[in-house]
DNA sequence: TTTTTTATGTCATTTCATTGTCATCCATTG
DNA sequence: CAATGGATGACAATGAAATGACATAAAAAA
């Protein structure tokens, strides 16, 4: 199973990992809220461990991003000194499925970690394409940013696919349109120019940070 | 949600059961695991909540019995006295999905089942199937949708059927005629549309959310 | 049985979102 | 400054989806 572990403490952190790693786990750490996010928008992972108390954004704050950007996909395990019966009760209302008390053994964390995963969906996820906080969903020719959803047209679709699975690399309009148009290119088309400007306006528009680029003289190039 | 209570001190059964009526449900109470188990044999139940510590069957073993039985339909949530973590190990190993300490307010507990029942699968003995308010009792062939009911056809309950055990996933119109009209698609049909059409008037139409989603080029969608 | 009602499917028509073109505007750069 | 490449708005053509009308089949009622 692929776990995304997310604690400060490295000397916890290693211990966890360890554990997991022995019964047969593909674990990826980060030891941070921020560098745990980037993670997230990566990779998908089928189980999130999350400490609470963490510099920058905290677990419970991850948590709810995670929910709001996917959803309920993947079970969250809070992990965390603080026992209260109130924290539990944020824990769990910020989406988290469980939620173990420190110090735990590694027994306990394992042994929740399989009663959730007996549980996880049946049906396959959605398959997705992510860059940054977009996701773009295969099927349903649907972006998702921020938890956002974004309908979108065919035509925007197939071009954001194309952009997305090429992403970091500059495209040249060229080569946008033999793909996404399947026909050769014709100078005087300015078709791809306006079809990133829809594309702009639905995933763009209104986010702090723009994942479409235009690249002078050559093209476009889509990063996070 | 209907939900079986096995709990031999009656204070505390009677304390929870208040609580678990007052958020709204609906509360069969056992004081050993006997009478328990003959609950379980006569009713389904959407969650238990079983004690660990009752004389002659004890919740372990009563959760043991409900899982090589009926499966992991429901969760179970254990409640006990005992924190140690090897007490709790074995309840998770008997089966159950969590376990909650005494004392423990009701607050936590409640959090718990929340948590619990964002997961719980539509599974076979649960005779519902469930996207938003709308409600498809699948015995009756009926959908209930913010407590109105709606008559189907059989044509209509079979679309909405396989519209709602896929919600989320767009479907194409070649998929829903093989699964629901039972036979190849063929060009130049439009019998889909009219009948999501008609699914739309009975379950859409004055309704403030829309659940049936156009995924244009592609097919439909169901989402809450 | 016949009659009536309901369900189902086809086809034609209407509606409306999508698509692509063009003209214009804007910014950058030599 | 002009020249270039890119952004954007307006608009018309297109095509997909929604809908209405109708014919047939099946079921229910008389």
Redesign the pocket.
């Known amino acids: 199973m692929k776990i995304l572990l997310v604690e400060d403490e490295v000397n916890i952190a290693s211990f966890i990992e360890r554990g997991l790693r022995e019964s047969g786990h593909e674990v990826a750490t980060a030891h941070d809220g921020a560098a745990g996010w980037d993670l997230i928008g990566k990779t998908h992972f089928q189980l999130l461990i999350l400490d609470v108390i963490m510099p920058g954004i905290n677990g419970l704050e991850l948590c709810r991003r995670y929910r709001a950007a996917y959803g309920y996909a993947s079970p969250v395990v809070m992990l965390t000194a603080l026992g209260t019966t109130d924290d539990i009760v944020k824990g769990l209302e910020a989406g988290a499925d469980d939620y173990v008390v420190k110090p735990f053994s590694f027994a306990e964390l394992e042994a929740r970690i399989q009663a959730l995963s007996r549980r996880t969906k049946t049906g396959e996820p959605n398959p997705v394409l992510t860059c940054g906080d977009l996701v773009l969903e295969v099927d349903n020719h649907r972006a998702v940013r921020s938890g956002i959803p974004i309908?979108?047209?065919?035509?925007?679709?197939?071009l954001l696919e194309y952009l997305i699975s090429n992403q970091g690399k500059a495209l040249t309009?060229q080569s946008i349109i033999k793909q996404?148009?399947d026909k050769e290119a014709d100078r005087?088309?300015?078709?791809?120019?306006?079809?990133?400007?829809?594309l702009?306006?639905k995933i763009d528009k209104g986010f702090p940070t723009k994942l479409?680029h235009?690249?002078?003289?050559?093209?476009?190039r889509m990063e996070a």
Chains 1, 2 share one sequence.
């Open positions: 309908n979108l047209t065919v035509r925007e679709y197939r309009r996404v148009w005087n088309m300015n078709i791809v120019d306006v079809y990133i400007n829809y702009r306006t479409i235009t690249v002078p003289g050559s093209g476009y």
